[in-house]
């Protein structure tokens, strides 16, 4: 099931608690912050911490196409220290993996938290990056977020249409990340 949600701090994380999931796996521009800013979007990190997610959650990840690692890294500790995580774990293009949504940045995180992809959330804004990483892991869950700062773009009402029809057929024909059941498709 993927679910659609206003920002990634509205996912429904007592819901993935209860159904196993372990870890985390965050998009990072357009879904933690604004696309190549330095800085946790302020909605997103008191959403987050009203839902109690570092509590729930205390480790996560953040997975991006991003290609400077210092950048990611900074961002990283940013969130960590911020929000009161106990852990966050980065890896990006910059860090030397391939873009998404080929796997390596999700088997990398998988193998740090040593979890299983069916024991991984995947909460980012993208259908092509966010959605099929989260198909082709077999992830256990999927929240797609709207971007951040994307609110005036002309062609963003197409996009969500376009978005909406895909997440309404993957759910209704069962196939995507939800409920495949071996994590390894
Ligand atoms: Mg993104």
Redesign the pocket.
């Known amino acids: 099931m993927i679910q659609r949600v206003n920002n990634a701090g509205e996912a429904p994380y007592l819901e993935w608690e209860e159904k196993g999931i372990k870890v985390v796996l965050y ?5 933690l912050a604004a696309h190549r800013e330095l800085k946790v979007d302020e909605e997103v990190k008191s959403t987050l911490i009203e839902n109690r997610v570092p509590e729930i959650f205390p480790q996560v990840a953040i997975a ?1 196409d991003h290609e400077k690692r210092e950048h990611v890294d900074e961002f990283a500790k940013m969130f960590q220290e911020e929000l009161g995580f106990e852990e966050v774990y980065p890896v990006s293009v910059g860090h030397g993996f391939p873009k998404k949504p080929r796997r390596p940045m999700a088997q990398e995180v998988a193998d740090h938290f040593q979890v299983e992809f069916k024991e991984m959330a995947v909460v ?3 259908v092509p ?2 959605y099929l990483l989260a198909v082709m892991m077999g992830a256990g869950a999927m929240a797609l977020c709207h ?1 951040i700062g994307e609110d005036s773009h002309r062609l963003r009402r197409w996009r969500v249409l376009a978005e909406d029809a895909i997440i309404r057929v993957a759910n209704l024909q069962e196939i995507g990340c939800y409920g495949n059941g071996n994590g390894s498709s």
């Open positions: 998009d990072m521009d357009g879904t991006t980012g804004d993208k990056r966010d971007e």
